[in-house]
């Protein structure tokens, strides 16, 4: 880790002005992979879902993440400091699952990395599962409050779950760069990130990387770690009303793109698109291969 990473704002690029062309869409560098369901897996879909099943469902989803989680943070906050409760209670709720995690290639950098983690989004669980698995705090828009409030209540205390209002970036780039610099210089070395924006209803393959937050990395010199994964949709999956335990879930560790190895912007979008892409079509088959096992 040089000195310049260990202290993330190292500079302000001169970048253009805020805009269509700024946040504009790149296309994905390569079509992304069908990764069919597993026989484990539910296969209605939410409309096909009985209202007995909903109603079972969103209670377990009550109990796991309001109560549970709820009491958890508090116990931790007063064992362990704020800044352990976070990872604490996000390593209980996954054991609880009995998540088999799975993870490829070196994470020896990730334990010294500050900056930004991008990694896939295809549920809820995908918050609680980067929290353990990365130590990452959570940046979500704020209705993601209401599926877990008391993050967000003692996000003072944690200093690891920050929110925004969906929409409220237009206009206010630099601002919001401003932000995320501070809170990666301050409380929370690292910050998990979507980069496809919102989670795939569809479950499967990848939608096309959102340019924001790239932008965001490009002109504030904040490196990215690329760990793309597969395998949240089919523990909980909010769509279908669906929850299994004993689920694999599967993270490749692609490794750092630093911006200041790149002239341009778009050279720095394609560059994670590329490994971002690589990573998870990775992650899909050894998820397959452990199903069958």
Same mark, same amino acid.
């Given at each position: 880790?040089?000195?310049?990473?260990?202290?993330?704002?190292?500079?302000?690029?001169?970048?253009?002005?805020?805009?269509?062309?700024?946040?504009?869409?790149?296309?994905?560098?390569?079509?992304?992979?069908?990764?069919?369901?597993?026989?484990?897996?539910?296969?209605?879909?939410?409309?096909?879902?009985?209202?007995?099943?909903?109603?079972?469902?969103?209670?377990?989803?009550?109990?796991?993440?309001?109560?549970?989680?709820?009491?958890?943070?508090?116990?931790?906050?007063?064992? *362990? @400091?704020?800044?352990?409760?976070?990872?604490?209670?996000?390593?209980?709720?996954?054991?609880?699952?009995?998540?088999?995690?799975?993870?490829?290639?070196?994470?020896?950098?990730?334990?010294?990395?500050?900056?930004?983690?991008?990694?896939?989004?295809? #549920?809820?669980?995908?918050?609680?599962?980067?929290?353990?698995?990365?130590?990452?705090?959570?940046?979500?828009?704020?209705?993601?409050?209401?599926?877990?409030?008391?993050?967000?209540?003692?996000?003072?205390?944690?200093?690891?779950?920050?929110?925004?209002?969906?929409?409220?970036?237009?206009?206010?780039?630099?601002?919001?760069?401003?932000?995320?610099? #501070?809170?990666?210089?301050?409380?929370?070395?690292?910050?998990?990130?979507?980069?496809? @924006?919102?989670?795939?209803?569809?479950?499967?393959?990848?939608?096309?990387?959102?340019? @924001?937050?790239?932008?965001?990395?490009?002109?504030?010199?904040?490196?990215?770690?690329?760990?793309? #994964?597969?395998?949240?949709?089919?523990?909980?999956?909010?769509?279908?009303?669906?929850?299994?335990?004993?689920?694999?879930?599967?993270?490749?560790?692609?490794?750092?793109?630093?911006?200041?190895?790149?002239?341009?912007?778009?050279?720095?979008?394609?560059?994670?698109?590329?490994?971002?892409?690589? @990573? *998870?079509?990775?992650?899909?088959?050894?998820?397959?291969?452990?199903?069958?096992?």
């Amino acid at each position: 880790m040089t000195e310049e990473q260990t202290q993330v704002v190292g500079r302000q690029r001169d970048a253009p002005e805020a805009g269509a062309e700024r946040m504009g869409a790149i296309e994905p560098s390569s079509p992304m992979p069908e990764s069919p369901s597993p026989s484990t897996s539910a296969s209605a879909s939410e409309s096909e879902v009985s209202f007995v099943g909903k109603c079972v469902f969103w209670a377990l989803m009550w109990w796991t993440w309001i109560i549970k989680t709820s009491a958890l943070l508090v116990y931790y906050i007063v064992r *362990y @400091g704020g800044e352990q409760a976070f990872l604490r209670t996000s390593s209980s709720i996954m054991q609880g699952f009995h998540v088999n995690v799975k993870e490829i290639g070196d994470r020896t950098p990730l334990d010294t990395f500050k900056g930004v983690v991008f990694t896939t989004h295809k #549920s809820w669980f995908d918050f609680t599962l980067g929290g353990a698995i990365f130590d990452a705090g959570m940046l979500s828009r704020w209705q993601v409050a209401f599926v877990v409030p008391f993050s967000a209540l003692t996000r003072n205390i944690t200093k690891r779950a920050f929110f925004f209002k969906r929409g409220s970036t237009k206009g206010r780039f630099e601002e919001f760069q401003a932000r995320i610099l #501070s809170i990666l210089n301050g409380p929370c070395p690292r910050l998990l990130v979507f980069p496809e @924006g919102t989670r795939n209803r569809n479950g499967d393959g990848l939608m096309r990387l959102r340019t @924001g937050m790239i932008r965001i990395c490009f002109d504030a010199g904040i490196p990215v770690y690329i760990a793309p #994964s597969d395998g949240a949709q089919y523990i909980v999956n909010e769509f279908k009303c669906h929850i299994e335990k004993d689920q694999p879930f599967v993270v490749v560790h692609k490794g750092i793109i630093s911006p200041s190895d790149y002239e341009t912007w778009e050279a720095f979008y394609a560059a994670i698109d590329t490994l971002f892409t690589e @990573g *998870y079509e990775e992650s899909v088959r050894e998820r397959l291969a452990m199903l069958k096992e």
